[in-house]
């Protein structure tokens, strides 16, 4: 079992920078692919980014393109996902996931960190 925990949440104003962290209990993370997640109040669950294990691929969504960067660090255990020009929009809970796999099921997942974006 891995155990995932998010950090870097808090609250931000409008253009502002942000960037989480997501730390991994095992070593064996740096074989997954990990993805970062957002869910708003009152919307589905969205997946903004995510990193293959080498941290040679990175695919995003439309929403956050060009604004936002997942990188890894595999030594640390760590995932980050730097955000900036934050909106409103962007106001939601982030999660981190882990992808064993890479076959797109994400089996592990951190507990969250909320990200509020005043205007």
């Known amino acids: 079992q891995v155990r995932l925990v998010e950090s870097g949440g808090g609250s931000v104003q409008a253009g502002d920078s942000l960037r989480l962290s997501c730390v991994a209990s095992k070593r064996t993370f740096s074989t997954y692919a990990v993805a970062w997640f957002r869910q708003a109040p009152g919307k589905e669950r969205e997946r903004v980014a995510r990193?293959?294990?080498?941290?040679?691929?990175?695919t995003y969504a439309d929403s956050v393109k060009g604004r936002f960067t997942i990188t890894r660090d595999n030594s640390k255990n760590t995932v980050y996902l730097q955000m900036a020009r934050l909106t409103p929009e962007d106001t939601a809970v982030y999660y981190c996931?882990?992808?064993?796999?890479?076959?797109?099921?994400?089996?592990?997942w951190g507990q969250g960190t909320r990200v509020p974006v005043s205007s």
């Open positions: 996931a882990g992808d064993p796999t890479r076959r797109g099921r994400y089996d592990y």
């Open positions: 990193i293959l294990w080498s941290g040679e691929y990175t």
